[in-house]
């Protein structure tokens, strides 16, 4: 992983065809780090999904800690819970 990161870039580290973590800074401004795994066998794990409309991620990412942020990043784009 980059020691810094971009905000509204998200970073896939692993093999190019097997990536086994996402990480992004927190969409919200507090630029926190979040990194969700993507293997299929940890607790929490997120699916990656990659078409021509852009990346998803599910399910919705949801913060317990710092500024409980909650949103879903689909097709590239991050959509706000309620």
């Not at 800074?25 to 795994?37: F, N, R």
Request: charged letters at 25%.
């Amino acid at each position: 992983m980059p020691p810094f990161l971009k905000r509204k870039v998200l970073y896939l580290i692993g093999e190019e065809d097997n990536p086994w973590l996402a990480a992004l800074k927190c969409p919200c401004g507090c630029d926190d780090v979040i990194q969700l795994s993507l293997i299929k066998n940890d607790t929490p794990s997120w699916n990656l999904i990659t078409r021509k409309q852009g990346t998803t991620l599910s399910p919705s990412i949801w913060r317990t800690k710092g500024c409980k942020s909650h949103f879903f990043f689909r097709e590239n784009r991050i959509k706000w819970c309620d």
